[in-house]
């Protein structure tokens, strides 16, 4: 469970967010929606921890990442806009790495590997290197990294991009064991057929200020539009002012 | 369990060991400096003890006129060999082939000038870009002291005293000791001889920061439950521990050549046991540390490997500049020296070098002259990664 109340951040000049408060319950997967530069990276960084908010109130099942950013990191999936792939290691050894890091070690360590390798259909690239990893590829080492350590909370940017139909597909179902599973996933997207067929819940942030949160049913409903793609124009559109 | 410390230094180690081009580099700079001080000190031994084994060679053009002069030179050793009448450009061939180490020509009314008392005339061909000017002025000194003897033997003949003509008596004292020309010589080989702890780890420091950023990795691994020093600490000992091997191996490699040589003839001295060295080395290991965490603070504040390497250019320069001011001041050697990093470390070998006494002092003082910073600077580093305007630009 994670949730947030008025966090607002500002750096010098700029308001990156201005009020966002949300909740994203466990068993749920959570889309993130927001144009570009709506404040979901900053978002993600108070969320685990990487920087301070100025304002209101977050709660990792009851931890406060500000003050116990270790407890939280422990428990969190972190998938960036970048992978973060190390080209001169293997998979395998890369997985080793954060594996480690997150206190796991020997044979159980490496029997988790290959359940994850299963989970994403990965099990060509475990032994091979990083370099001249394709972007599919590489999503699937990054992802891989995010499940290891059976976090309760995942943090996901945009996890689909680059990925071909049957990884998406492989993507899908590992969201939905992880949902079944009672993990409390927030995925940010700009695809919203992925929206409507996999999340349970849909928070809607434009220039730092939380717009919306339901599920696609209820927003679609609120703004009086079917689709949900028109309904999250009209809801970014309406309270910022910008004209899709 | 490992500690996190221990995982981020096995993986940047792991890492940087696989970097195989980079680690060739560094091994070819660390064994080349000895390898090629040894081959340059070897010609100095070879040059400086040639003289006594081989005499001197000397192409004499007409000897047969000053049968005398032929004489004194062979009496001083220098062998001559007999010529006939050569032109200017077959003179030039003789001497480029460096058989020889000059001509000299005696000239053809050379017996008759001389029979009349006039000057007679000889001529001293050398080639100046040959490396035997020391060897040429002997030749010429035998033909001025003969010139004189000749010249006293004649006034004696006249009445005179030869001593009228010889108003001043040059009597040369040279007071270089052969353990001052070695401090010198020793002290600006010592000076690049540390240079390796600058380099080595280089890569290594930059590759785990700016690096890690530009492939924006960093964020990744500072979102993990590790501690930001923990991180710091890692990449910081994986680099230094690079660090510390290059030099180990380049010192243990200069130790092996110098005590090879017979550094003794050309006036120089290795008075540095394999103990001694071990203990220069266990001294020398916060100097490694000293520049890795140097070059990771600095380092992790470029965006790129390439920015990061062009600002690092520079840094690795400064450690020099303590030793260079000390040679070119001419200071003695002072305890302060020890509490200089770098400084200290050359000072040290160079004292044993000579074969002084030293103490344990100056062992301890290297060693936490260097420490002090590496330690200050690893710390500046974590607390430059928590900031939050670091974070930014992650």
Known sequence: MIETKEVRKQFGAVQALGGVSFQARDGQITALLGPNGAGKTTLLRLLV???????????????????????????????????????????????????????????????????????LAMHDIVERRAKGFSQGQRIKVALARTLLHRPRHLLL???????????????????????????????????????????????????????????????????????????????????????? | MKAKWQIV???????????KRSLGLLLLFTLMYPVMLGVILNQQIKRA??????????????????????????????????????DEAAI???????????????????????????????????????????????????LHAYSSSVASARLLAHGVSPATVAPLQLQRYDTGTTAARSAGLIGSILGFLFFPAFICGLSAAVDSTAGERERRSLEVLMAQPART??????????????????????????HAILSWLPLEE?????????????????????????????????????????????????????????????????????????????????TLLREIARGEAIGALPFVLTFFSAMLPAIAAAAFATWRMKSERYVLAV
């Open chain 1, 49 to 119: 921890g990487l920087l301070k908010r100025d304002h209101g109130s977050i709660s990792v099942d009851g931890v406060d990442p500000a003050v116990d950013p270790m407890a939280v990191r422990r428990n969190m999936g972190l998938l960036t806009d970048q992978f973060g792939l190390y080209e001169r290691l293997s998979t395998r050894e890369y997985l080793t790495y954060f594996g480690e890091l997150n206190g796991m070690a020997g044979p159980s360590l490496q029997s988790r590997i290959d359940e994850v390798a299963d989970l």
């Open chain 1, 157 to 244: 940017d945009e996890p689909s991009r680059g990925l071909d139909v049957m990884s998406t597909r492989a993507l899908r179902s590992a969201l939905h064991a992880l949902r079944n599973d009672g993990c409390c996933v927030i995925m940010a997207t700009h695809v919203m057929q992925e929206v409507t067929h996999l999340c349970d819940d849909v928070i809607v942030i434009a220039r730092g200020h939380t717009v919306a949160q339901g599920s696609p049913q209820q927003l679609c409903e609120r703004t009086g539009i079917a689709s949900l793609e028109d309904a999250f124009v009209s809801l970014v559109g309406t309270e910022e002012g910008i004209v899709a």
């Open chain 2, 9 to 19: 230094f096995f993986k940047e180690f792991r890492e940087t060991l696989r970097d």
């Open chain 2, 49 to 86: 003890t040639k003289p006594e084994r081989e005499g001197i060679e000397l192409a004499v053009i007409g000897a047969a006129q000053a049968p005398n002069l032929m004489a004194q030179l062979k009496q001083r050793n220098i062998s001559v060999d007999q010529q006939g009448p050569m």
């Open chain 2, 92 to 142: 030039t061939q003789l001497l480029r082939s460096r058989k020889v180490v000059a001509v000299l020509r005696i000239t053809d009314k050379f017996a008759e000038n001389y029979q009349a008392m006039r000057p007679a005339r000889v001529e001293l061909w050398f080639d100046s870009a040959a490396d035997n000017g020391a060897r040429q002025r002997d030749v010429e000194e035998v």
């Open chain 2, 229 to 254: 020093w923990e991180l710091v600490i890692g990449k910081w000992l994986a680099a230094g521990a690079l660090a510390v091997i290059g030099i180990t191996l380049e010192l243990f490699l200069a």
């Open chain 2, 266 to 346: 050309i006036g120089m001295s290795w008075r540095v046991t394999t103990f001694d060295l071990v203990m220069v080395c266990v001294a020398s290991v916060p100097l490694s540390l000293f520049a890795s965490s140097v070059q990771i603070a600095v380092a992790m504040n470029a965006k790129s490997f390439k920015e990061a390497q062009s600002m690092l250019s520079f840094v690795v320069m400064l450690p020099m500049i303590p030793g260079i001011a000390v040679s070119m001041l001419e200071l003695k050697t002072a305890l302060w020296m020890y509490a200089v990093p770098m400084l200290s470390n050359q």
